[in-house]
């Protein structure tokens, strides 16, 4: 994982995010992650509501699994695992939401099941989960 000075992560400013260098910001690792739906559009192509109950249920279980884990325990993992990896927001096949400034350029990428993902943006320990692609058809 790189050096935490060097990842550009966003911030809330009102109910926006915008990205800031991470200098002198504690990243507090040893936390356990938080998840919110506060961004997703219901009934979007991309949203949880989309998916069957088989799906729900793996997400289910994958995000009380990742909540057992403190994110440097996640960074860890495999991204085939609990781990995660970073994609441009170029290759998502969405928008990212009015609620998140165009200088965020990567989101990060769980997997659910073997052609589920979720994509989003970790806020310190908040995970804000902001699309869900059921068949591999989040992005490229």
Not at 13 to 23: M, N
Not at 35 to 48: E, Q, T, Y
Not at 97 to 114: A, G, H
Request: proline fraction near 4%; charge should be positive.
């Amino acid at each position: 994982m790189p050096n935490p000075k060097t990842i550009i992560i966003p911030y809330r400013k009102g109910s926006r995010f915008e990205v800031k260098d991470t200098e002198g910001i504690d990243y507090n690792n040893n936390s356990k992650p938080l998840f919110s739906f506060h961004h997703m559009k219901k009934g979007a192509k991309f949203c949880l509501s989309r998916c069957e109950k088989k799906e729900k249920s793996s997400f289910a279980d994958t995000l009380l699994n990742l909540s057992q884990l403190t994110w440097e325990e996640i960074s860890n993992k495999p991204k085939d695992g609990l781990g995660y990896e970073r994609i441009s927001v170029k290759s998502l096949k969405s928008t990212l939401p009015s609620s998140i400034t165009e200088e965020v350029e990567k989101v990060t990428v769980f997997r659910f099941s073997d052609s589920g993902r979720m994509a989003g943006i970790r806020d310190l320990n908040i995970f804000h989960i902001i699309f869900v692609g059921r068949n591999h058809d989040l992005y490229d």
